[in-house]
């Protein structure tokens, strides 16, 4: 036998040029020259065989004809013979042609392989190129937790990096075609455009601060859209659209502001699947902002939908594992962290009250989560470095107290899903007394705004909109919690205690109640209700349940006390209804069910003002009307008489 030393078939672009041994095969990607030169580890493609023999095309062969342009999708799509590889190199290159040895199964994809080093090399801090675009790597146990045995310091290594951004393919021309008939490339007019941006971070930023102020301003100089993203865009305008005056749409050629929300939907959802928009960024603050599109045809249930993709967008992206501690070993810059921090408690805001309102599971567990808890420096952070006189024309001038309101709710979330999980699982066990104890201590705790303070009463109307829904939110989460115990102690009371403490529960619930008819009507007398937003109308049905079994007492008094409350609510829903159908669907389940109770009822007119005109009463419902094909089953007015649970309500609603 030869000693004789053969070259390797496997060597990178630099050792070839150097004609010098390549460790490729025993480390993998980069090989230790590349390593100690600080160098990119390039791998030449490999050099296929030429085959034998070389069919001959027949007369139909797709080859030997023009192809349509969906052909040729077909076929560009189609998977392509790939190169050889090794299992232990990336490539191989051989030096002479040589047959394949491997079969196609055994084969590796190189462009997969150099992902798989990029992350590798990312991590470990050798990489040579600059990062753009945020990856999560996952954690223990997940396959990149390997990287924690090759760590120098012997330390977990970063979880959140930074890789070179992969450019997106450009859109075919059927997508484009399409994109164009769908008008997503026909923006309003200027002034509408103005209107619109000015609506969104006066009505929508508060509540939902999902987006970068300074690069969103950027992108709209002189009130019109010139380099922003489309997607972003039309999803922006679509929840302004809710705050509009009526001649903005009118001008627009629209005969309701309920048309022109449903066609800036229709452009933003057609953006989302065809507009190739790679940025996970992107893609999460859009599906948080569609989840607020309500519509017939998909029976409601867009919201559910949309918040579920943002949710599991921030999960891909590790925005739940956003702590001080693992940021801190990134290179993610600070204002990055602040907007994902704002995405992050966003998704679980809007978990927690969906799962209310809808009566369905929780996606969003806290022990999986160590994400720092939002400031109101988040938000305003967003600020510096925007002109005073942009700020002027788009921003709320007292933007610093809405971000406190912000933070509040966040926290008050955080309790509600603890009320939701100990008192509301259906497999899970009862509360204790201790547990209703705790939790009702952490709900007292909760600093909401007084509306005596002398800072409380020189507020702006958007302000003193915001403070009562915040006070809206906490007095349905108030009935939520207590309701759950108005027929049922909860374990560990002794017997003797148990008929007065579940009487004074149901004292603390009705307060609660009429705490929120209260804060209705301060709304109604302060000309507020056309600031209401879409989250605005599930909050009056907690209230509106508690009524509607008092209009069961056997005191008729106190009967008419209760449907003179309900009467309250079923106004000013009537007053949301033509900009927000979930009213409408509220509304008819509580006539239904009023009239179950009360036959021969017929509710209050509308409330006298600017929206009167649009107004229908529900004695003269046509087919226009916002009411109109709402059907309420016996199973709904059986839930909402039913004094168990204020989720059975909405199990019932759904069906609808």
């Not at 939002?374 to 005073?388: F, H, R």
């Not at 009360?598 to 007119?605: A, I, S």
Request: glycine share 6%; charged share 20%; hydrophobic share 35%.
């Amino acid at each position: 036998m030869s000693s004789r030393r053969h070259r390797s078939a496997v060597a990178c672009q630099k050792c070839r040029q150097r004609k010098v041994r390549c460790s490729l095969t025993v480390t993998g990607v980069p090989c230790i020259g590349c390593t100690q030169d600080r160098t990119q580890c390039i791998i030449p493609h490999a050099k296929m065989p030429t085959p034998k023999y070389r069919p001959h095309a027949s007369p139909s062969s797709p080859l030997s004809t023009p192809l349509s342009p969906e052909a040729g999708m077909a076929q560009t799509n189609r998977p392509q013979p790939t190169p050889p590889t090794s299992v232990d190199g990336p490539f191989i290159t051989p030096e002479d042609p040589q047959p394949p040895t491997s079969s196609p199964e055994q084969s590796l994809h190189p462009d997969e392989e150099q992902t798989g080093a990029e992350i590798a090399n990312t991590v470990l801090g050798r990489s040579v190129q600059q990062g753009q675009a945020p990856f999560y790597t996952g954690e223990s146990p997940g396959f990149t937790a390997a990287l924690d045995l090759c760590s120098p310091t012997q330390l977990p290594v970063p979880r959140h990096i930074l890789m070179p951004s992969k450019t997106s393919g450009s859109l075919s021309d059927q997508d484009r075609e399409w994109l164009q008939y769908k008008g997503v490339f026909r923006l309003p007019q200027p002034n509408t455009c103005y209107e619109l941006l000015r609506a969104y971070f006066h009505h929508v930023h508060p509540i939902m601060p999902v987006l970068d102020v300074r690069e969103t301003l950027q992108s709209f100089p002189g009130g019109g859209p010139s380099q922003g993203n489309l997607l972003l865009i039309w999803s922006m305008f679509s929840v302004a659209t809710n705050f509009l005056k009526e001649e903005t749409w009118r001008l627009e050629g629209y005969h309701s502001r309920k048309e022109m929300k449903s066609d800036f939907c229709s452009r933003a959802t057609c953006l989302y699947y065809n507009g190739g928009e790679t940025d996970n960024t992107v893609l999460l603050q859009s599906a948080l902002l569609l989840g607020f599109y309500h519509s017939q045809t998909d029976m409601h249930t867009k919201p559910w939908y949309w918040t579920g993709v943002a949710i599991s967008l921030c999960q891909i992206m590790g925005l739940h594992r956003c702590s001080v501690v693992a940021l801190s070993k990134s290179s993610i810059p600070p204002p990055q962290v602040r907007l994902w921090r704002r995405l992050w408690w966003t998704c679980f805001f809007r978990d927690r009250w969906l799962s209310l309102t809808l009566g369905r599971p929780l996606r969003i567990n806290l022990n999986d989560c160590d994400t720092a808890w939002p400031a109101a420096a988040d938000l305003l952070a967003d600020l510096a470095g925007v002109p005073e006189a942009i700020a002027a024309m788009y921003i709320p001038d007292d933007l610093a107290t809405l971000a406190q309101y912000w933070v509040q709710m966040i926290h008050m979330s955080k309790l509600l899903g603890e009320v939701l999980t100990v008192c509301y699982q259906p497999c899970g066990p009862s509360p204790s007394v201790d547990q209703v104890a705790a939790l009702e201590a952490d709900m007292m705790r909760l600093d909401l705004p007084d509306d005596g303070s002398p800072t409380e009463t020189t507020q702006s109307r958007l302000a003193t909109f915001y403070r009562y829904h915040l006070q809206l939110h906490y007095q349905a989460f108030l009935i939520t919690f207590y309701r759950r115990f108005i027929s049922k102690a909860p374990t560990g009371l002794p017997v003797a205690q148990q008929e007065s403490w579940l009487s004074q529960v149901r004292r603390k619930m009705d307060s609660a109640a009429l705490q929120s008819n209260a804060i209705l009507d301060n709304m109604v007398r302060e000309k507020l209700l056309d600031l209401a937003g879409p989250m605005t109308p599930p909050l009056l049905v907690p209230a509106m349940h508690v009524h509607l079994l008092n209009c069961k007492s056997q005191d008729p008094l106190s009967r008419r006390l209760g449907l003179n409350k309900l009467d309250l609510c079923m106004m000013v829903l009537e007053q949301m209804q033509h900009t927000y159908p979930c009213a409408s669907i509220f509304r008819g389940v509580f006539l239904a069910g009023i009239r179950q109770i009360v036959p021969g009822y017929m509710e209050q007119t509308a409330i006298p003002g600017p929206m009167a005109s649009e107004t229908i009463p529900m004695a003269e419902c046509g087919s226009d009307s916002p009411l109109a094909g709402i059907n309420v089953s016996d199973d709904v007015i059986d839930a909402l008489l039913d004094e168990a649970s204020i989720i059975n309500l909405w199990e019932s609603i759904n069906g609808i």
